[in-house]
T-cell receptor
Framework: TAGITQAPTSQILAAGRSMTLRCTQD?????MYWYRQDLGLGLRLIHY???????GKGEVPDGYSVSRANTDDFPLTLASAVPSQTSVYFC????????????FGPGTRLTVL | AQSVTQLGSHVSVSEGALVLLRCNYS??????LFWYVQYPNQGLQLLLK??????LVKGINGFEAEFKKSETSFHLTKPSAHMSDAAEYFC?????????????FGRGTSLIVHP
């Protein structure tokens, strides 16, 4: 079982460019999340989705957008990247929002120059 | 609003020594509590969790944690550290907000194990 896959593994992006980070899960989980991990700040929730068709804002949503067209996919889009968005991004999923174990993908390391 | 405090960004122990990683939370209602571990260049994986019932929770790799409501704590312990325990450890809390459980992570504690 693949669990959660993320693509790309890493990316260098010029400031002002747009990019979509992909996340796919094969566990049929209802809830999905996007986090960013920065040194000394731990994981901070960007956006989440309780179920297909619904999304919500986390702690640090500005500059990011998400969609949840189906159960399996939860892409994260940076419309116009800025250097402060340099980070490692993790996608996760769980059976229900927040109350169950989250399963994490391997991460995408993004550098915005 | 919930918050999670992990005391100590780095904890250093000798191999065979007791491991104690501290986690305190603030929540208006009893939350769900989790400890996750992250090895270098990997995603997080669950160590253990408390939802309801017994307050002493056992997890993988010999770790355990005790939910103490009066102290709003969920400290992680292991009697004897192994070199393979060296990793980043995250405490996480979920409490209901607006009908949904929204998770919040602590800033993490890096466990260093000396031979």
């Amino acid at each position: 079982t693949a669990g959660i896959t993320q693509a790309p593994t890493s990316q260098i992006l010029a400031a002002g460019r747009s990019m979509t980070l992909r996340c796919t899960q094969d566990m049929r989980h209802n809830a999905m999340y996007w986090y960013r991990q920065d040194l000394g700040l731990g994981l901070r929730l960007i956006h989440y989705s309780n179920t297909a068709g619904t999304t919500g804002k986390g702690e640090v949503p500005d500059g990011y957008s998400v969609s949840r067209a189906n159960t399996d996919d939860f892409p994260l889009t940076l419309a116009s990247a800025v250097p402060s968005q340099t980070s490692v991004y993790f996608c996760a999923s769980s059976g229900t929002l927040g109350a169950r174990t989250q399963y994490f993908g391997p991460g995408t390391r993004l550098t915005v120059l | 609003a919930q918050s999670v405090t992990q005391l100590g960004s780095h904890v250093s122990v000798s191999e065979g020594a007791l491991v104690l990683l501290r986690c305190n939370y603030s929540s208006s209602v009893p939350p769900y509590l989790f400890w996750y571990v992250q090895y270098p260049n990997q995603g997080l994986q669950l160590l253990l969790k408390y939802t309801t019932g017994a307050t002493l929770v056992k997890g993988i790799n010999g770790f355990e944690a005790e939910f103490k409501k009066s102290e709003t704590s969920f400290h992680l312990t292991k009697p004897s550290a192994h070199m393979s325990d060296a990793a980043e450890y995250f405490c996480a809390v979920s409490e209901p907000m607006g009908g949904s459980y929204i998770p919040t992570f602590g800033r993490g504690t890096s466990l260093i194990v000396h031979p």
